[in-house]
């Protein structure tokens, strides 16, 4: 051969020498690259660097016995804790005991005996004292119910006393004995809640998943809705109410709406809105509900101002009333007229007669039904003397009327 054939063959012998070598060398450094990440698991996982329950086996190491139960060697398992307390499982621990399920029971037919579950709801306990405890949830809850229960927990229920209602604000207080309540919830100030920040529905949804919690955030924290009080159609009241996305539905109406220090900062309420729509729930803020509460288990009622009418607003009534009937100038186009006059009444005692036309109170416009509660009830106190503006026979008068306590209904 030339020297091209010999040098070529002596190249070739070469390079077969040379791709064992670094075969040989690949397979060495698996092999240490394996064993070093083996026994660096132990250390990392003690670190905490790894994920939790990370489970390392080794082969000369058995679990507990020698065996896995078959026979067969097995290696030891490592789990990893890691601390999953956040600012809202504390704030649920805080609270989560005092939110109760209420029970409406009634009875089936007028000639039954027995009583049987009607519907169910939330609650929350926010007084204990004297071996009574007080709980505070939504009228529609308890309404028409011929006994209450209130479920403490999944195992414990104790019967409740109804101490009183507010169909308007669609609340009500109930009372329990206190042996067996291990909680009772803190008042926060929902006066300054902001928008996006995080809010925790507590409640009862589809009443029997006690203690469910959901989480979300405060949508607009002064948001105000019509409501329907008497589900006549015509709205009776614009509710104040907490807007926020945490999931409300029938079950945990009447709960608990949290912030993240654990304080009940309002009462969950389904009936407030007249439908539901996904992704919107509303809350009774607990500083307009709490003077409320406080009524409630005093008297059993709220005490409101009263004047003593029946009325309609004047929208309702068709148009061709208001000149013909009423007597209306025609740049009058609002107002409240009045139906009725209670005997006795502040207002019988002030001068105003049926068919008169209310259009202001204390230089508030008053527009309608709803305007004259809203002035009425957050502006006034029993007792107060107000001056009232009104059409009577097309004639515009003023009057002073003293407001009393709201009779019984």
């Not at 394996?34 to 660096?40: D, N, P, Q, T, V």
């Not at 058995?62 to 065996?67: A, S």
């Given at each position: ?80 804790s890691?601390?999953?307390t ?12 005092a ?11 007028f ?6 579950e009607a ?21 529609h809850?308890?309404e ?16 409740a ?9 669609d ?14 919830a ?31 955030i ?78 409630l ?17 004047l ?95």
């Amino acid at each position: 051969m030339g020297f091209y054939d010999d040098n070529f063959s002596s190249r070739q012998r070469k390079q077969k020498g040379n791709r064992g070598g670094m075969i040989l060398a690949g397979l060495f450094g698996a092999i240490l690259g394996a064993m070093i990440i083996l026994f660096s698991i132990p250390a990392l996982s003690e670190l905490g660097v790894l994920p939790e329950d990370f489970a390392v086996k080794t082969p000369d190491q058995g679990v507990e016995n020698g065996n896995n139960g078959n026979g067969a060697e097995s290696g030891t398992v490592r789990n990893v804790s890691i601390d999953v307390t956040t600012d809202v499982t504390e704030a649920v621990d805080k609270i989560n005991d005092a939110v109760v399920g209420v029970i409406n029971l009634q009875k089936s037919d007028f000639w039954s005996e027995d009583y049987g579950e009607a519907g169910a709801g939330s609650g929350v306990i926010y007084k204990k004292a004297d071996g009574k405890a007080f709980v505070v949830t939504n009228n529609h809850v308890v309404e028409g119910a011929g006994q209450i229960e209130v479920s403490l927990d999944e195992e414990t229920k104790v019967p409740a006393k109804l101490v009183g209602t507010d169909p308007l604000m669609d609340l009500a207080v109930l009372q329990i004995d206190s042996k067996k309540v291990k909680a009772v919830a803190e008042f926060g100030n929902s006066d300054q809640l902001k928008p996006g920040e995080p809010a925790i529905a507590i409640g009862n949804p589809l009443g029997f998943l006690e203690g469910t919690v959901t989480q979300g955030i405060i949508s607009n924290p002064n948001r105000t809705i019509p409501a329907d009080i008497d589900q006549d159609g015509v709205v009776d009241w614009n509710a104040e109410v907490i807007q926020t996305d945490a999931s409300i539905n029938p079950g945990n109406s009447g709960g608990a709406l949290v912030n993240l220090s654990g304080q009940l900062v309002g009462i969950n309420s389904m009936k407030i809105a007249q439908q539901h729509v996904e992704g919107i729930g509303f809350a009774i803020p607990i500083n307009i509900a709490e003077p409320i509460i406080n009524d409630l288990e005093r008297y059993g009622k709220v005490q409101r101002p009263f004047i003593g009418i029946g009325m309609r607003s004047l929208s309702e009534i068709p148009t061709y009333h208001w000149k013909e009937s009423l007597k209306l100038p025609d740049k009058v186009d609002y107002g409240v007229v009045v139906m009725n006059v209670v005997p006795m009444s502040p207002a019988e005692q002030a001068g105003l007669k049926e068919l008169d036309v209310i259009v202001d109170i204390n230089g508030n416009k008053v527009k309608n039904a709803v305007d004259l509660r809203k002035v009425l009830y957050t502006k006034t106190d029993i007792g107060d003397k107000i001056t009232i503006t009104y059409y009577s026979g097309g004639k515009k008068q003023t009057t002073e009327v003293t407001l009393a306590k709201q009779q019984s209904s």
